[in-house]
């Protein structure tokens, strides 16, 4: 066999495998399985829709319909404000709560001896059955949707941000001592970048419990927001219009769980997660 041929068939052995995991990569992408999964889930519900009744049930196009005649109207956009207005209060005062808090708890004490038992506790009971109470002490009003937002939220934040300190690495506590560095160097330095993955995680579920709460305080308080949408259009059984803010809640917490992986990916390149 010449030199030529030789070269041939080798360039030939190496493409064949390339060309191999070329065509295999492109199936293989998440991106694929992620969308292509939900347009499975649609195009199925479009044609199983139409056979059940409408006044139970509903479909994707008449959703869709639908969602442009109540944005449109600006009906849509008003109580989406108002949700929105809620949802950013009181998940704000549960971060800035809920991350001190946590750190202080992990690093002093008698602090976590202290409220251990009443965190675990309120954690653990029903919110669903305290938002009556918090209505009757704190009226039906913006106050009130915004403290039952904050109990939703503040929870996984502060067990998350108490967990990421606690579980900091020894060796770098003791290398930040051995400097004396002072208290608050060592947050600054130390405990804060390595509870950040924890405080993401914990932001994660607060979003997710932020939303149920923001609801069920509608549910309970003025007539506003998505829950009134909800409710409003369930009770008339249009059920194209009772999906529109179902699936808007849907949207935002989707979209601000990504945005929360970005924000994660951009201030702790470190962490395991986002490698």
């Known amino acids: 066999m010449s030199v030529a041929n030789q070269v041939h068939t080798g360039h030939l052995a190496d493409s064949a495998p390339r060309a191999a995991t070329i065509k295999a990569s492109w199936w293989e992408r998440p991106a694929l399985f992620r969308y292509g999964f939900v347009a499975l889930i649609l195009i199925a519900w479009q044609i199983i829709g139409p056979f059940i009744n409408p006044i139970f049930f509903t479909y994707p196009t008449k959703i869709a319909a639908a969602f442009c005649t109540t944005t449109v109207s600006g009906e849509l956009p008003y109580f989406l404000a108002q949700s929105l207005e809620v949802m950013v209060y009181g998940l704000s005062i549960a971060l800035i709560v809920g991350i001190p808090l946590g750190i202080a708890m992990a690093r002093i004490r008698w602090l976590d001896w202290a409220l251990d038992l009443p965190i675990n506790a309120l954690y653990a009971t029903p919110l669903v059955a305290v938002v009556p109470l918090l209505v009757l002490w704190f009226g039906i009003y913006l106050k009130a949707k915004i403290i039952v937002v904050f109990l939703f939220a503040v929870f996984p934040v502060l067990i998350n941000t108490y967990q990421g300190v606690r ?11 051995s400097f004396r560095s002072s208290e608050w160097r060592v947050w600054r330095d130390v405990l804060l970048p390595f509870a950040v993955p924890y405080i993401i995680a914990g932001i994660r579920l607060a979003i997710g419990r932020g939303l149920i709460g923001m609801i069920i305080a509608e549910f309970y308080t003025t007539i506003s927001g998505l829950g009134f949408m909800i409710t409003r259009y369930a009770n008339v059984f249009e ?19 990504s945005l929360l992986k970005w924000v994660g990916r951009r201030i702790a390149p470190w962490s395991s997660a986002n490698r």
Not at 167 to 177: G, I, P, Q, T
Not at 239 to 257: A, H, N, Q, R, W
């Open 167 to 177: 579980e900091c690495d020894k060796n770098m506590l003791e290398v930040a001592h």
């Open 239 to 257: 059920m194209d219009k009772t999906f529109v803010p179902v699936i808007v809640l849907m949207v935002l917490g989707v979209s601000l769980t």
